[in-house]
């Protein structure tokens, strides 16, 4: 006993705990009712096609099973587990909904094959004829029966298998004996196709027989149970399967040898049983209870590890917490009792053939899945990924497409239903955002292709074809610079790559945990905002010397950081301090963009109109202003603003001259903008324009002139004078693109000497 009084939970071994459901799955209605039909349409060498193809696909899903299950800790939820800690919650989380659904509807089919089988002894002579709903209620004791059964101690159900794994044995033997003991034939070598039509019959008699072999799965769903769950899945998965290939390999040769069975009689769906009873030695004497205990095996391991998958569920928040409550002797009794409830309101359906197709797909989504993740696992390669099972990534691809072909052959349409709902699980518990504990493949996978697409950059150079802002943004605090945040996002607009850096002071920097936290709290911020951005903490020595640091270094290969991006301050020491900054990142080759927001509600409107970028300079600022301004109009609020391209000239042939330039370079860049050429006579000052053209402008583009040691109070002085223009004004300096328009500056022959 322990110390709360509970009974310690008892684990099992490769054979109770995995190979015995396993293979007695396996063995079970297919193999009892449908080989002879199988045999009597396709001919032996067909049928041995048919058996082999089957367990190649169900092979190649095991080998990737274990492969999985030997790389991690397995918990509770066998393939729903294994999922889940590969391709994340929402995959795991809607595949194990899917099997779920599958192994409980299982419960109702099993309990529904074993009442019509037990009830064909129903005396009629003595009772009349049967009562139409004495198979419904035959199955629901049925059904009440394995689920209390199985919620009070899965050491009982298992052990309870062992006899039937006996019997199976018995009535394989009786059938050999009983062969041989008779009169043999040949076996007929082509398909006669006697009940199924030839076009596409081959197809159609390997779906019927396919769900024959999956019955190796539910051993999986042990995993929880099991002392040794890595060890014990590989071997005992790998080993019911080749058992079950043996087995099935033998059946249908002795079924065609044998001349006790006309091959016109068991081509008949209807012939079922007897295709055994009449070939085997003492007739029905251990068929039936064979066939029944096979059946029943069946149903009791849906109903073992149907509960432990929603167990699991449980235990990872995507099912009510309650469902994963144990009993004292360690069993998920509520999560059973709930999972034999759905088996018993399916029995109301009555005939469940149309929802047969339907979990028999479901159940072989777990194929293409478990083969998909091996191969992934594979492909990526990650330094963890070491499986004592090493199979080659196209071997799992050839099971995952042959799984599927499998379910488009059962039925198309359970097929697409059976995507749907899955699509339909993953869409929500991706709505729910539920927080993981552990890596999955999915990081590997993007780590793999970044790595790929890294080194392929790294042989290329940039060019103004292919750049696009790489953005760094300090903030403090995420919600306090929203605006700032939001316009950078906007620059981005799914083509950039913006990042929030958040500096410590490194006399006051919290431990590592605490920054990670800290980190944890930007992205949170970030998602709620409905942003994509990077976020990070740096712990630096002083706010100058750290962002210098930060920016020279941040990134990697071709992705390093092109655009540092400023807020403006209202503290004239602190602009000082800015444009020191600036001068020494311009140095660095980095663009620089100073954004002085003005009218904080008119900013928040969703419908902004108007865009105005002032051309001017020999510096390019130009080039900087026109692409930003172009990535802002990707944004669905920006998408109806007009770009308004002014330039100030001396006189009317200059204006020509640069109105050419600028209409030419963006007809060929495809910018669809409005060029406004202002001839200054009069000589009025650059502010003065400015304000009169631009103050009702819902951003503001200026160049900024690089600042000269020392002058940084009087350059201030004339920034704050132009900041004021318009809802927000920014001021860009391009010191790292590619001149994507120098025509505009050797047509216009000006000099202006402006922050424009």
Same mark, same amino acid.
């Given at each position: 006993?322990?110390?709360?009084? /509970?009974?310690?939970?008892?684990?099992?071994?490769?054979?109770?705990?995995?190979?015995?459901?396993?293979?007695?799955?396996?063995?079970?209605?297919?193999?009892?009712?449908?080989?002879?039909?199988?045999?009597?349409?396709? !001919?032996?060498?067909?049928?041995?096609? &048919?058996?082999?193809?089957?367990?190649?696909?169900?092979?190649?899903? !095991?080998?990737?099973?274990?492969?999985?299950?030997?790389?991690?800790?397995?918990?509770?939820?066998?393939?729903?587990? $294994?999922? @889940?800690?590969?391709?994340?919650?929402?995959?795991?989380?809607?595949?194990? #909904?899917?099997?779920?659904?599958?192994?409980?509807? /299982?419960?109702?089919?099993?309990?529904?094959?074993? /009442?019509?089988?037990?009830?064909?002894?129903?005396?009629?002579?003595?009772? !009349?004829?049967?009562?139409?709903?004495?198979?419904?209620?035959?199955?629901?004791?049925?059904?009440?029966?394995?689920?209390?059964?199985?919620?009070?101690?899965?050491?009982?159900?298992?052990?309870?298998?062992?006899?039937?794994?006996?019997?199976?044995?018995?009535?394989?033997?009786?059938?050999?004996?009983?062969?041989?003991?008779?009169?043999?034939?040949?076996?007929?070598?082509?398909?006669?196709?006697?009940?199924?039509?030839?076009?596409?019959?081959?197809?159609?008699?390997?779906?019927?027989?396919?769900?024959?072999?999956?019955?190796?799965? *539910?051993?999986?769903?042990?995993?929880?149970?099991?002392?040794?769950?890595?060890?014990?899945?590989?071997?005992?998965?790998?080993?019911?399967? #080749? &058992?079950?290939?043996?087995?099935?390999?033998?059946?249908?040769?002795?079924?065609?040898?044998?001349?006790?069975?006309?091959?016109?009689? #068991?081509?008949?769906?209807?012939? !079922?049983?007897?295709?055994?009873?009449?070939?085997?030695?003492?007739?029905?004497?251990?068929?039936?209870?064979?066939?029944?205990?096979?059946?029943?095996?069946?149903?009791?391991?849906?109903?073992?590890?149907?509960?432990?998958?929603?167990?699991?569920?449980?235990?990872?928040?995507?099912?009510?917490?309650?469902?994963?409550?144990?009993?004292?002797?360690?069993?998920?009794?509520?999560?059973?009792?709930?999972?034999?409830?759905?088996?018993? *309101?399916?029995?109301?359906?009555?005939?469940?053939?149309?929802?047969?197709?339907?979990? &028999?797909?479901?159940?072989?989504?777990?194929?293409?899945?478990?083969?998909?993740?091996?191969?992934?696992?594979?492909?990526?390669?990650?330094?963890?990924?070491?499986?004592?099972?090493?199979?080659?990534?196209?071997?799992?691809?050839? =099971?995952?497409?042959?799984?599927?072909?499998?379910?488009?052959?059962?039925?198309?349409?359970?097929?697409?239903?059976?995507?749907?709902?899955?699509?339909?699980?993953?869409?929500?518990?991706?709505?729910?955002?539920?927080?993981?504990?552990?890596?999955?493949?999915?990081?590997?996978?993007?780590?793999?292709?970044?790595?790929? @697409?890294?080194?392929?950059?790294?042989?290329?150079?940039?060019? @103004?074809?292919?750049?696009?802002?790489?953005?760094?943004?300090?903030?403090?605090?995420?919600?306090?610079?929203?605006?700032?945040?939001?316009?950078?996002?906007?620059?981005?607009?799914?083509?950039?790559?913006?990042?929030?850096?958040?500096?410590?002071?490194?006399?006051?920097?919290?431990?590592? /945990?605490?920054?990670?936290?800290?980190?944890?709290?930007?992205?949170?911020?970030?998602?709620?905002?409905?942003?994509? *951005?990077?976020? %990070?903490?740096?712990?630096?020595?002083?706010?100058?010397?750290?962002?210098? +640091?930060?920016?020279?270094?941040?990134?990697?290969?071709?992705?390093?950081?092109?655009?540092?991006?400023?807020?403006?301050?209202?503290?004239?020491?602190?602009?000082?301090?800015?444009?020191?900054?600036?001068?020494?990142?311009?140095?660095?080759?980095?663009?620089?963009?100073?954004?002085?927001?003005?009218?904080?509600?008119?900013?928040?409107?969703?419908?902004?109109?108007?865009?105005?970028?002032?051309?001017?300079?020999?510096?390019?600022?130009?080039?900087?202003?026109?692409?930003?301004?172009?990535?802002?109009? $990707?944004?669905?609020?920006?998408?109806?603003? +007009?770009?308004?391209?002014?330039?100030?000239?001396?006189?009317?042939? +200059?204006?020509?001259?640069?109105?050419? =330039?600028?209409?030419? @370079?963006?007809? %060929?860049?495809?910018?669809?903008?409005?060029?406004?050429?202002?001839?200054?006579?009069?000589?009025?000052?650059?502010?003065?324009?400015?304000? %009169?053209?631009?103050? =009702?402008?819902?951003?503001?583009?200026?160049?900024?002139?690089?600042? +000269?040691?020392?002058?940084?109070?009087?350059?201030?002085?004339?920034?704050? %004078?132009?900041?004021?223009?318009?809802?927000?004004?920014?001021?860009?300096?391009?010191?790292?693109?590619?001149?994507?328009?120098?025509?505009?500056?050797?047509?216009?022959?000006?000099?202006?000497?402006?922050?424009?």
């Amino acid at each position: 006993m322990t110390e709360s009084g /509970s009974v310690p939970k008892k684990k099992f071994g490769t054979f109770l705990g995995v190979f015995l459901p396993s293979v007695l799955t396996v063995l079970g209605l297919i193999m009892y009712l449908r080989f002879g039909w199988v045999v009597g349409n396709l !001919g032996l060498p067909l049928t041995i096609v &048919t058996v082999l193809l089957a367990n190649v696909i169900t092979f190649i899903t !095991g080998l990737s099973a274990a492969a999985i299950a030997t790389n991690i800790k397995v918990g509770v939820g066998g393939v729903y587990y $294994l999922i @889940s800690r590969s391709l994340g919650l929402e995959t795991g989380g809607a595949i194990g #909904i899917a099997f779920y659904i599958s192994r409980t509807l /299982s419960i109702t089919f099993y309990a529904f094959g074993l /009442s019509e089988s037990i009830l064909i002894f129903w005396p009629v002579e003595t009772w !009349g004829a049967m009562p139409g709903y004495a198979i419904s209620v035959f199955t629901a004791g049925i059904i009440i029966l394995i689920t209390f059964a199985s919620g009070k101690s899965a050491e009982l159900v298992l052990k309870f298998q062992v006899p039937m794994l006996i019997l199976v044995v018995l009535s394989i033997l009786s059938l050999i004996a009983g062969v041989f003991m008779g009169d043999l034939r040949m076996p007929e070598w082509t398909p006669a196709y006697r009940t199924v039509a030839p076009e596409g019959g081959f197809w159609i008699i390997f779906a019927v027989f396919f769900p024959g072999v999956t019955g190796f799965l *539910a051993g999986i769903a042990m995993s929880g149970d099991l002392k040794t769950p890595g060890k014990s899945i590989k071997n005992g998965t790998i080993n019911s399967v #080749i &058992t079950g290939t043996l087995v099935y390999l033998l059946i249908p040769i002795l079924i065609s040898i044998t001349a006790l069975l006309p091959f016109d009689d #068991i081509a008949q769906e209807t012939f !079922g049983l007897r295709t055994w009873t009449e070939a085997a030695f003492l007739g029905g004497v251990f068929i039936y209870p064979a066939a029944w205990g096979a059946i029943l095996s069946s149903a009791i391991g849906s109903v073992l590890s149907g509960p432990r998958v929603l167990q699991s569920l449980s235990m990872d928040g995507l099912a009510p917490k309650f469902l994963s409550r144990l009993s004292k002797t360690g069993q998920p009794t509520i999560a059973t009792w709930f999972t034999g409830g759905i088996a018993l *309101a399916a029995v109301a359906l009555g005939d469940l053939n149309t929802v047969a197709k339907f979990v &028999t797909v479901l159940f072989l989504t777990l194929y293409v899945v478990i083969n998909v993740v091996a191969a992934i696992e594979k492909l990526v390669a990650e330094p963890s990924y070491r499986p004592a099972v090493d199979i080659p990534w196209y071997w799992s691809l050839i =099971g995952a497409f042959g799984a599927l072909y499998v379910m488009y052959l059962i039925s198309p349409v359970a097929l697409v239903a059976a995507l749907g709902l899955e699509f339909v699980c993953y869409l929500y518990f991706q709505k729910k955002a539920i927080e993981q504990q552990w890596g999955d493949v999915n990081v590997g996978m993007w780590m793999k292709v970044a790595r790929f @697409s890294l080194l392929r950059m790294n042989k290329h150079r940039v060019t @103004s074809r292919n750049w696009r802002p790489i953005i760094l943004l300090f903030a403090k605090n995420i919600n306090d610079r929203i605006e700032l945040v939001n316009l950078a996002a906007a620059f981005g607009q799914n083509r950039g790559i913006f990042t929030i850096s958040k500096l410590l002071f490194s006399d006051e920097a919290p431990s590592l /945990s605490e920054q990670e936290n800290l980190k944890e709290e930007m992205v949170n911020e970030v998602r709620n905002h409905e942003l994509e *951005a990077f976020c %990070e903490v740096n712990v630096v020595d002083s706010l100058k010397q750290g962002i210098l +640091e930060v920016s020279k270094g941040h990134g990697i290969a071709g992705l390093k950081t092109n655009t540092v991006m400023f807020g403006w301050s209202e503290n004239e020491d602190a602009n000082v301090n800015q444009l020191k900054i600036i001068r020494q990142l311009a140095s660095e080759g980095k663009n620089i963009v100073l954004a002085k927001f003005n009218d904080h509600k008119a900013w928040k409107e969703k419908n902004h109109q108007r865009i105005d970028i002032w051309w001017g300079g020999r510096d390019n600022n130009g080039d900087l202003m026109l692409i930003l301004a172009y990535m802002l109009k $990707l944004n669905k609020e920006w998408e109806k603003a +007009e770009i308004n391209i002014h330039a100030v000239v001396n006189n009317s042939i +200059e204006g020509d001259n640069l109105y050419k =330039g600028i209409r030419e @370079s963006l007809d %060929e860049d495809r910018i669809k903008a409005s060029v406004d050429i202002l001839i200054n006579k009069k000589g009025r000052r650059f502010p003065d324009l400015l304000k %009169e053209k631009s103050d =009702g402008a819902d951003i503001v583009f200026l160049g900024l002139k690089e600042t +000269e040691k020392g002058k940084e109070r009087q350059h201030i002085a004339k920034i704050k %004078e132009l900041a004021e223009i318009g809802k927000v004004v920014v001021f860009a300096e391009n010191n790292s693109m590619d001149d994507t328009m120098p025509i505009l500056l050797e047509k216009s022959g000006v000099d202006w000497d402006s922050e424009g």
